[in-house]
C-alpha cells in the first residue's frame, strides 16, 4: 500500500499502482471531473501516471494557472492535428503555451489565412468530440532520434531537450508528437478555444532560417470564460488608448520625435491635476523637493555605473568638447544635491521627491503609445536614513502608494517583494536586515505579497506594487528599492551619535512610475470618461435653444465663479448634437437648461454613465460637484435632499 499526502494534509491509503486518476475519484467525482492533470511531490505530472511509494499529491484542473497551462498546450496540440489533417505537408516546429493562449510554429509552404481559421476549428471540434486520450511513450534518445528520422525540426528540439529520455504523445492511436507534457487526459478535456491569428516567424527567430508560419490560439476551461475573454479583449480595443488621445485631444506623436509625446492642453489638465494632488501628498509625508538637470557630464554616470551597465539605453551630448549624458535615472543628480552639504543622524529621515524627466532608448518595434516611450516623468523620490529606520520608512511609503492609488479609483492590488540574487553586492547582513524590513513593514500594514526569490536588483531588495485595471490587467506601477550600491560610489556620508561618518541608507521609491504610462493605463482603465477631478472639462451647459442662451450663459458664469472647468455650448445646432457632442467628449455634467429651468433658478443634469437625469438648483448642485471634486470621489451620481 502506498501513503498519498494531499494538500489538505489529509492521507490516503490506496494500493500501488493506482493511477492519479482514481486517486482524484477516490477524493470526489466532482474533483475527478475537473481534474487536468496532477503534481507529485511538486512536480507536474499526467493523471495516468500510477502512484508507487509514499507521495505528496495535489490534483490540478482548470482554476489552477498550471491546469489552465496544461489545457492550452494540449488544445496546442489538438490544433496542431487539426492543421496536419487540413494541410499533410505541414511540418510542426514548436508550440508553447503565451500569455492567455498558445501558437504552434509550422513550416508549410501554403500560407494559412484568417478564413481558414473556421476549417482548422471545425477540424478540431471533431477531435475534441473524439474524446481520444493523451498516451505517452517513452524512449531512450538514440531510439527517438532513429524515429524521427529526417524531420530536422523535431531532431533539434530533441538535441535542445535536457532529459535522458524522450517521451511522445498520442490522440488514441492516431495523431504524434514529440512533447515533454504533461497533457489533459483526453482531447475533450481542452477547454473552449479559438484560433486568434497567424504571423511571420523565423525558426529560433533567427532572420537567416526560415520563416515559419506561427499560429495563434486562445483555450479557456469554459465557454463562459472565453466569451468573456474575448469580451474583455474587444472593450480592450475600445479603449485602446491611442485611439481615445486622439480622440479626446490629449496628446499626440510626431515623426519628428518617435517615441516623445507631445501633450496637449487637455491633457496637461490631467498631468497637472496628477502632479497638485502628488505635492500635496508629499507634502504630507514629509517630502521635499528638488529638480536636477537632464544633461549631466559623462563622468558622472561612470561613477554611478550607468556607463559600464545601461549604455545602450542612453543618449549622448557633447558640449565644448566634453561628453555629456542625458540622464536615465534622477537618483545621481540627487547624490550631488546630497552632497552639498554636510549632514547628521538628526536630520534623518531625509526624504527627497523629484518630479524627474528621463530619456530612455527603447526600440522602434516595442514603442506603444504613452505605453512605452523614450521620454517620461517619474514621481521620484529618494529616502536618505539609518538601518534601523528602514521599516518605518517603509510603512510610511506603503501608505502614501495606496492613499495615492485610492484617488485613481483603484482596489484590486498585486504586491510583490524580491529578495537577494545571486550577484549582489553589499553583505549578508545587510540583506538580512533590510529583507527583513521590508517583510515586517508588509506584516505590519497586513498586506498579503508573493515573494520572488532571488529576483531583487543586485543592489538591494525591492517591493513591487500592481495594480489591476476594469479588464483585470495587471499593472506594475509603484516601486520601493533598497540600494546599498549608489550611497558608497557617491561617497554620501553622514555622521552618527557617535560622531563617527557612515554610510546611509538609500530607498528609491516611485508610485505612479512615468507619468505618460500612468496617463495612458487612466485613460483605457476610465475608457477616457475621467474623473471629475482630472476632467478636462468638468461640465457643460447646454441650453436648448437660442431662447434660453442668456440664461445659459448666467449658469457658466457660475460655474466659473466656482472655479470649474466649464464652456457653455452656444452653437446654433439643436439640443439633441449638443447632447450627442457633449457624450463624445465624455463630458462628466450636461446642464441643460430651458424656459423651465430658467424660471425656477435650476439645471436639468446629465450625469456620465447615468440612465437619470436630475433637476437641481444651481447653488446645490455646485455645492454637491465642488464636494465631490475636493474628495477626489469616482462616482459622479447624487441624491437630492428635501
Ligand atoms: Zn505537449
Ligand atoms: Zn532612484
Redesign the pocket.
Known amino acids: 500500500m502506498a501513503k498519498v499526502t494531499l494538500p489538505d494534509s489529509g492521507i490516503l491509503t490506496i494500493t500501488e499502482g493506482t493511477s492519479l486518476k482514481q486517486v482524484a475519484e477516490q477524493i470526489g467525482a466532482g474533483l475527478a471531473k475537473a481534474a487536468i492533470a496532477a503534481k507529485i511531490n511538486g512536480e507536474l505530472v499526467d493523471l495516468s501516471v500510477p502512484v508507487t511509494g509514499d507521495i505528496n499529491v495535489k490534483i490540478i484542473t482548470g482554476k489552477d494557472s498550471e491546469g489552465l497551462e496544461i489545457i492550452r498546450?494540449?488544445c496546442a496540440?489538438v490544433m496542431a492535428e487539426a492543421i496536419c489533417t487540413i494541410w499533410p505537408a505541414a511540418k510542426l516546429v514548436y508550440g508553447p503555451t503565451v500569455e492567455d493562449g498558445f501558437y504552434y510554429d509550422i513550416d508549410l509552404d501554403e500560407p494559412i489565412r484568417p478564413d481558414d481559421f473556421p476549417r482548422i476549428e471545425e477540424k478540431m471540434r471533431e477531435i475534441v468530440a473524439a474524446d481520444k486520450p493523451f498516451i505517452r511513450k517513452e524512449m531512450s534518445r538514440a531510439e527517438a532520434l532513429a524515429k524521427l528520422a529526417d524531420d530536422k525540426y523535431k531532431i533539434d528540439n530533441v538535441n535542445r531537450a535536457d532529459s535522458s529520455t524522450i517521451s511522445f504523445?498520442s490522440h488514441g492511436d492516431g495523431f504524434e508528437?514529440l512533447?515533454r507534457?504533461p497533457?489533459v487526459p483526453s482531447t475533450g478535456k481542452v477547454g473552449s478555444f479559438k484560433i486568434m491569428s497567424v504571423a511571420g516567424a523565423y525558426w529560433h527567430g533567427d532572420p537567416t532560417q526560415k520563416m515559419l508560419q506561427r499560429v495563434y490560439g486562445t483555450a479557456w476551461p469554459s465557454q463562459k470564460e472565453l466569451d468573456e475573454y474575448l469580451t474583455r479583449l474587444e472593450e480592450a480595443k475600445k479603449r485602446d488608448h491611442r485611439v481615445l488621445g486622439k480622440q479626446l485631444d490629449l496628446f499626440s506623436f510626431n515623426e519628428a520625435g518617435p517615441g516623445f509625446a507631445f501633450i496637449h492642453s487637455k491633457g496637461m489638465i490631467i498631468w497637472n491635476e496628477i502632479v497638485d494632488f502628488l505635492r500635496d501628498v508629499n507634502q504630507k509625508y514629509g517630502y521635499n523637493e528638488i529638480k536636477t538637470p537632464i544633461i549631466l557630464n559623462e563622468q558622472l554616470w561612470h561613477r554611478s555605473g550607468h556607463w559600464d551597465n545601461y549604455k545602450e539605453n542612453m543618449y549622448f551630448s557633447e558640449i565644448d568638447g566634453t561628453g555629456y549624458a542625458i540622464k536615465p535615472m534622477n537618483c545621481p543628480g540627487g547624490c550631488l544635491v546630497y552632497k552639498t552639504t554636510k549632514h547628521s543622524y538628526r536630520e534623518f529621515p531625509m526624504r527627497v521627491a523629484e518630479f524627474g524627466m528621463v530619456h530612455r532608448h527603447e526600440a522602434s518595434g516595442v514603442m506603444h503609445g504613452l505605453f512605452r516611450v523614450r521620454q517620461f516623468t517619474q514621481d521620484d523620490a529618494h529616502i536618505y536614513c539609518t538601518p534601523e529606520q528602514i521599516e518605518s520608512e517603509i510603512v510610511g511609503v506603503i501608505d502614501l502608494i495606496f492613499e495615492v492609488y485610492r484617488a485613481f479609483g483603484f482596489e484590486d492590488f498585486v504586491i510583490e517583494l524580491s529578495t537577494k540574487p545571486l550577484k549582489h553586492i553589499g553583505s549578508d547582513e545587510i540583506w538580512d536586515v533590510s529583507t527583513e524590513a521590508l517583510k515586517g513593514a508588509l506584516g505590519q500594514k497586513r498586506i498579503e505579497y508573493d515573494i520572488n526569490p532571488g529576483d531583487g536588483a543586485f543592489y538591494g531588495p525591492k517591493i513591487d506594487f500592481h495594480v489591476k485595471d476594469c479588464l483585470k490587467r495587471s499593472w506594475q506601477l509603484g516601486t520601493i528599492q533598497l540600494d546599498f550600491s549608489m550611497p558608497q560610489r557617491f561617497d554620501l556620508v553622514y555622521t552618527d551619535k557617535d560622531n563617527t561618518e557612515k554610510t546611509p541608507v538609500m530607498i528609491h521609491r516611485a508610485v505612479l512610475g512615468s507619468f505618460e504610462r500612468f496617463i495612458g493605463i487612466l485613460i483605457e482603465h476610465f475608457g477616457g470618461g475621467m474623473p471629475l477631478w482630472l476632467s478636462p472639462e468638468q461640465a457643460r451647459v447646454l441650453p436648448i435653444s437660442e431662447k434660453t442662451n442668456d440664461y445659459a450663459k448666467v449658469v457658466y458664469d457660475r460655474l466659473k465663479d466656482a472655479q470649474m472647468r466649464s464652456n457653455c455650448d452656444l452653437s446654433d445646432e439643436k439640443i439633441n448634437v449638443k447632447i450627442v457632442r457633449a457624450y463624445g467628449e465624455k463630458i462628466p455634467f450636461m446642464l441643460v437648461v430651458g424656459p423651465r429651468e430658467a424660471q425656477s433658478g435650476t439645471v436639468n443634469v446629465r450625469i456620465r454613465g447615468e440612465k437619470e437625469n436630475k433637476t437641481i438648483e444651481i447653488n446645490d448642485f455646485l455645492k454637491i460637484v465642488k464636494g465631490k471634486i475636493s474628495n477626489k470621489e469616482i462616482d459622479l451620481a447624487f441624491e437630492i435632499n428635501g
Open positions: 498546450h494540449s496540440h504523445y508528437d512533447c507534457g497533457h
